[in-house]
């Protein structure tokens, strides 16, 4: 399970502890038969360990235990914090009680446990989500109460090549040399598109600590203005700052085609030619964005500021002679070469100044970065296929 912490966050008038976790799949890091030391690379092509079926980890093996730390206690205050634990454990699977005990002392913390050992009518956890928040009673501390709001994304370029790496064809997915293009493949296989365009970005946004991922950018393929609507909500003492901080990449043909099997399965499908160009072809970087506010007003002006604010270095450009053209290499600018500028997106953000209504501020349930009574915000509906029944709570 992974947890991350943040601190000094906004709630009415009153700053908090705040700390969610996950467990989640490891992937290729987190699996015994990829990790496990092979004699030779030629090895690896008779290697095939997908799908993953040997976690190193096993989160049925102990509880699992961890510390949230407070704000300082506010003097005079000489009572518990309150805590409260959202679950938002995918629908369907069991839901693990959580314990916590408040521990006194010149730092203080409470300590939590998520008990992954005790079945759930029959059946012991596995995929579980945790959001535990604490804060002290009537704590008066002064703090500036901010949210963040990314409202578009703009692709200035989408590096993505020209002419794709490897020419896109259709072979079936066991009698990988017969092209289904023209021709059905057998019973039972599946017609497989190979090579072609790899579109589709991966972007996450931090604010002071809070990751989030920025949707819908698995179609990616060329400039366009995305709308979005991501939230942030943030706390800060005197003498913090407002850091913004974006990291991600442009999908090349590496991450985009060959993930997720066997090296030797990719070689089936592609050959040594095509497997190896398409191993070469890594995600190009989309460029740095990391941007701190100070005080007085952390950003949000006197009382709201909108900003457009594009990334810097990283891949990319324009042909040389063809300025209109977009390039990642030389290879898509013919007889010219690509001139690197970078700054390859503009992230179209709004920081505001909340002010505190009495110190009121209700939350939904299962989202506690809208304040939903404060009519700003409804809570927001689920499909019927997710059982987070969101409701405000206070």
């Excluded at 002419?163 to 092209?179: K, L």
Aim: aromatic share 6%; net charge negative; charged share 20%.
């Amino acid at each position: 399970m992974g947890m991350t912490t943040r601190k000094n966050r906004a709630l009415g008038d009153r700053q908090h502890a705040r700390m969610s976790g996950s467990t989640a799949d490891g992937g290729g890091a987190g699996d015994q038969c990829i990790l496990t030391h092979q004699p030779s690379a030629l090895s690896l092509l008779s290697l095939d360990c997908y799908p993953l079926s040997q976690p190193i980890a096993d989160v049925n093996s102990s509880d699992f235990e961890f510390a949230v730390p407070l704000p300082p206690r506010p003097l005079g205050n000489k009572k518990p914090p309150s805590v409260t634990t959202f679950d938002q454990t995918p629908r369907g699977l069991p839901r693990p009680g959580v314990t916590t005990t408040f521990v006194e002392g010149p730092i203080p913390f409470l300590h939590a446990v998520v008990h992954m050992t005790t079945p759930i009518n029959g059946a012991l956890p596995s995929k579980v989500g945790k959001t535990i928040i604490a804060r002290w009673h009537d704590d008066q501390t002064p703090f500036t109460h901010l949210k963040v709001n990314v409202t578009g994304l703009e692709i200035v370029n989408s590096l993505k090549h020209t002419v794709p790496v490897i020419a896109a064809r259709e072979r079936c997915s066991v009698s990988t040399t017969q092209d289904c293009s023209t021709n059905a493949c057998p019973t039972g296989e599946k017609c497989l598109t190979l090579g072609g365009p790899t579109p589709g970005w991966k972007m996450f946004l931090e604010a002071n600590g809070d990751w989030k991922e920025i949707m819908g950018l698995e179609n990616v393929d060329a400039p366009e203005n995305l709308p979005e609507d991501l939230t942030f909500d943030v706390g800060l003492l005197a003498g913090d700052t407002l850091h913004l901080h974006v990291t991600g990449k442009s999908l090349g043909c590496l991450e985009a085609q060959l993930y997720g099997q066997s090296l030797g399965r990719d070689i089936a499908l592609y050959g040594l030619t095509d497997g190896a160009t398409c191993l070469d072809d890594t995600s190009p970087d989309i460029g740095t964005f990391d941007i701190t506010y100070t005080e007085p007003d952390f950003g949000s002006g006197r009382r709201s500021k909108s900003y457009i604010t594009q990334s810097t270095g990283g891949d990319g450009g324009h042909c040389s002679a063809s300025t209109s053209r977009l390039c990642v290499t030389n290879e898509d600018c013919p007889g010219q070469s690509c001139v690197v500028t970078g700054g390859a997106f503009k992230l179209h953000y709004t920081i505001t100044k909340v002010r505190s209504r009495n110190g009121v501020r209700d939350e939904c349930s299962d989202d506690v970065d809208r304040d939903c009574r404060a009519g700003v915000h409804g809570c927001p509906e689920r499909s019927s296929a997710d059982d987070r029944r969101s409701h405000c709570e206070p």
